[in-house]
C-alpha cells in the first residue's frame, strides 16, 4: 500500500521505538525513508516496509526474506524472532516486541500528519451499511475516505489510516469489537473526533455475557472523545442514550419525536424497500431492504447534517445507494422468484428484521416465503434460547417454509414445528437444501437465506443462482 507522504526512518523509530539492526548504518540511513506499508508478502511493492505480523493462519515472520528479495526496505519483526536468527538475515530490519503494536503506533502516528476529522461509527447492526452511506453523503461535498469493505479491527483500521492524503477532509472509519478493550484500542489508533452507535443488541454475547455488556463495550467510543468531541446518539435506543449521558457535546437523531435530526417513518414499498421524511421536510425513498435500513440511513443523514451538507445532497446520495453484497441483497432468478441473500452475519436482531422483510415482501407479492437459516454464532449461554425465539418468531409471522442448517439452528425448526408449522425441516447437507427448495419454489415465491459468517450460508445462495439464473 503505497503512502502519500512518505515515512522517514527518524518518524519510524520515534512511532514504533524499534531498534535498527544493523546499528552501525544508523548514520548513513539519517534520509532513508519508505513509501508504502505491507503485511501480505505476495502484494509488497519496492521500497515499502513489511510488518511481519502473526495471524491465526499465520506468521508473518515467515515472509520476511522473500519480501526483503521483492525489494521491501525493511522489515519490522519481533525481538524474540530476530534473536533466534542464526546468522542473521541480510537487510534492515526494525526490531519491535510486538509487531502489531508496532503496527498500530505507526498507523497512528501517520493519521495526525493529516489535518483530517475521524467519524468513528460502532454498533451491533448496521455498522458497515451507515458507514458505507456516510461515505456517499459526505463525497457530494469533500473528499472523504472510509474503510475498505469492513476492515474494522485491530488491523483494518491501521490499514485505512495509512490510506489518507492531504486532501481527505473527512474519514469514515467502522470499528467492531468481540471483547471489552478493542474499541477503547482502536480510538486510540484512530483518534476519532465524532463518534456514533448505530444500536446496541445482542452480539457477539459469548464474549460480552448479556446485552448491557455489549453496551459498555461500544460505549468504549463516546468515553474516548475528549472535550470538544461530539456525540452523534440514537435517540431510539435506550442503551446508546444510556451510555451517552456521560458525553459533553452530543447531537440527537431518530425516529422519535425528541430527536434534534429527525426522522419520520414512512413505511415500506411492494419490494420491501423503505422511506422516510427527513427533518419534516425532504422524503428519502431507499433501494436497499428492510425496515432497518432507514434507521441506518437517518444515522447517515445526521453525520452529513451534522457537516452542514444539504438535505438535497443527503437524499441524492442515499437515494443512490444500492447496498452491499450478502446483505440484504436483492437477487432476481427465473419464474418470477426473488432471493434475499442476507449471508454476511447474523445475530437475533439481524435476524428478526430478516424474517420481517422476508414475510412484507413475499405477501406484497402474492407469493410463498422460503426462510432458509443457518446457526447464529457466538451467542455462548443464550444460544439455545435465542434460536429457539427466531423459531417461535417464524410461526408467528407465519413463514411458509422454514429450512435450518447447523447443530444451533435445529433448535429454530423444532421450536417452530412444536409450535405449529408443519413446513419446517432441517438439513446437514447444503446440497439438499438446494434439491429441497428447487422441488418446492412456485411462481412470485421469495427466498430469505442467512446465517452467521462461519456457516457459509453463500454457498447455498451461489447454487440456487447457477440452477436458477435468469
Not at 242 to 266: M, N, P
Amino acid at each position: 500500500m503505497k503512502l502519500s507522504s512518505p515515512l522517514v526512518l527518524k518518524e519510524i523509530i520515534t512511532a514504533t521505538q524499534a531498534d535498527l539492526f544493523p546499528g552501525e548504518r544508523w548514520a548513513s540511513l539519517s534520509y532513508f525513508q519508505v513509501d508504502g506499508i505491507s503485511i501480505d508478502s505476495r502484494q509488497i511493492e519496492k521500497g515499502e516496509l513489511f510488518f511481519a505480523l502473526r495471524g491465526n493462519n499465520f506468521d508473518g515472520h515467515d515472509f520476511v526474506e522473500q519480501s526483503l528479495n521483492k525489494g521491501a526496505a525493511a522489515a519490522v519483526v519481533t525481538r524474540n524472532w530476530f534473536e533466534k536468527q542464526t546468522p542473521k538475515p541480510a537487510g534492515l530490519f526494525m526490531i519491535v516486541p510486538d509487531t502489531l503494536q508496532a503496527f498500530q503506533e505507526l498507523a497512528s502516528y501517520y493519521r495526525q500528519k493529516f489535518s483530517v476529522t475521524v467519524i468513528a461509527i460502532t454498533g451491533t447492526n448496521g455498522k458497515t451499511t451507515t458507514k458505507e452511506m456516510a461515505y456517499r453523503v459526505l463525497s457530494q461535498t469533500v473528499t472523504a475516505l472510509r474503510n475498505p469493505g469492513n476492515l474494522n479491527n485491530h488491523i483494518g483500521v491501521p490499514l485505512t489510516l495509512f490510506q489518507l492524503k492531504p486532501e481527505v477532509s473527512v474519514a469514515v472509519v467502522e470499528m467492531g469489537a468481540n471483547h471489552f478493550g478493542e474499541i477503547q484500542r482502536l480510538c486510540e489508533i484512530a483518534r476519532p473526533d465524532v463518534g456514533l452507535i448505530t444500536n446496541v443488541g445482542a452480539g457477539h454475547l459469548e464474549f460480552f455475557g448479556n446485552v448491557r455488556n455489549v453496551a459498555r463495550a461500544k460505549a468504549e467510543l463516546f468515553d474516548y472523545l475528549n472535550a470538544t468531541g461530539i456525540a452523534l446518539v440514537n435517540l431510539d435506543d435506550p442503551l446508546v442514550m444510556e451510555v451517552a449521558r456521560r458525553v459533553q457535546h452530543r447531537r440527537t437523531f431518530g425516529f422519535s419525536s425528541d430527536a434534534e435530526i429527525k426522522g419520520t417513518y414512512l413505511g415500506m414499498d411492494v419490494l420491501g424497500h423503505p422511506s422516510f421524511k427527513l427533518q419534516n421536510k425532504t422524503v428519502i425513498k431507499l433501494k436497499v431492504l428492510g425496515k432497518h435500513q432507514a434507521n441506518n440511513a437517518l444515522a447517515a443523514a445526521a453525520i452529513g447534517i451534522h457537516y452542514n451538507i444539504s438535505l438535497t445532497a443527503i437524499k441524492e446520495a442515499l437515494e443512490a445507494y444500492e447496498g452491499l453484497s450478502k446483505r440484504m441483497e436483492f437477487v432476481k432468478l427465473k419464474g418470477n422468484i426473488l432471493l434475499l441473500n442476507d449471508t454476511y452475519n447474523a445475530n437475533p436482531d439481524s435476524m428478526q428484521q430478516a424474517l420481517k422483510t422476508l414475510q412484507h415482501v413475499a405477501r406484497n407479492r402474492g407469493g410463498r416465503s422460503f426462510a432458509v437459516l443457518a446457526d447464529m454464532l457466538e451467542l455462548g449461554q443464550q444460544s439455545v434460547g435465542a434460536h429457539k425465539q427466531i423459531g417461535l418468531l417464524t410461526c408467528q409471522l407465519k413463514v411458509d417454509f422454514l429450512i435450518t442448517f447447523g447443530q444451533q439452528a435445529q433448535g429454530i425448526s423444532e421450536t417452530a414445528k412444536q409450535h405449529g408449522l408443519q413446513q419446517s425441516f432441517h438439513f446437514d447437507d447444503k446440497a439438499e437444501i438446494v434439491k429441497f427448495i428447487l422441488s418446492h419454489l412456485q411462481e412470485h415465491d421469495v427466498i430469505l437465506v442467512k446465517g452467521s459468517r462461519g456457516m457459509r450460508m453463500e454457498e447455498v445462495v451461489e447454487e440456487l443462482k447457477t440452477r436458477m439464473t435468469i
